[in-house]
């Protein structure tokens, strides 16, 4: 194991020491939670010192931050662009896909997200609403509305049930994997969210559709 004494990585070291940090964080803030997590316990998993946290990260509430933001603020750049594209509007059955998409590849970010909007601290609650979720809800409420226009949803639904509804068909499989693996069981592997794609867009669809 190699450990780092402090300052700037050398130009020699082959490891990538930043993606090993993240890495780290995915793990152990996942299980443990931000606030359980010590600084040295997350350069130990890392096989470096706290040092490096601090060069590359600032501290711990940055090495958190952008775990968030390698992976949401370009699914929502990529969301935003096509709803802004005339003649090819952004619906919400290429919402659910993309949001789906982000989850299949990072299945980390659901159970971390939501163990620190429940137990963790108003300040993290308020950034991650102020960065993602409301842009997310906003182009939503946006989708929705272009689809209650064009006929496919029907005008007297609720638009914020809609919206929760879809935002809760993205997240469920992946909060609910243990239980859907021991208790249904079904696997949540690639075939079974192309499944559940299907299914939710067309849930959505048929069941708010005239």
């Known amino acids: 194991m190699v450990i780092r004494r402090g300052g700037r990585p050398s130009a020699d070291d082959p490891r990538d020491v930043r993606a090993q940090l993240l890495a780290a964080a995915r793990d152990l803030f996942t299980r443990f939670g931000f606030d359980a997590v010590s600084t040295r316990q997350l350069a130990a998993e890392a096989e470096t010192t706290p040092a490096m946290i601090h060069y590359y990260f600032g501290d711990k509430h940055g090495l958190y931050r952008a775990l968030l933001e390698e992976v949401i603020p370009p699914v929502l750049d990529k969301l935003e ?9 952004l619906t919400v059955a290429d919402f659910m896909h993309a949001y789906l998409a982000m989850f299949e590849a990072n299945p980390w970010l659901p159970p971390l997200v939501f163990r620190e909007i429940q137990e963790g601290g108003e300040a993290f609650r308020r950034h991650y609403v102020d960065r993602f979720a409301s842009r997310a809800r906003q182009m939503l409420g946006g989708v929705m509305a272009r689809e209650r226009q064009a006929g496919r949803v029907r005008a007297d639904v609720d638009p914020e049930m809609a919206m929760i509804a879809v935002m809760s068909l993205c997240v469920f ?3 609910a994997r243990p239980m859907l693996e021991q208790v249904v069981p079904a696997t949540v592997d690639e075939d079974f969210l192309g499944r559940w794609e299907s299914f939710a867009v067309g849930l959505i669809q048929r069941g708010a559709g005239a």
């Open 81 to 89: 662009a096509r709803a802004g594209r005339a003649g090819s509007p």
């Open 173 to 175: 499989p992946f909060l």
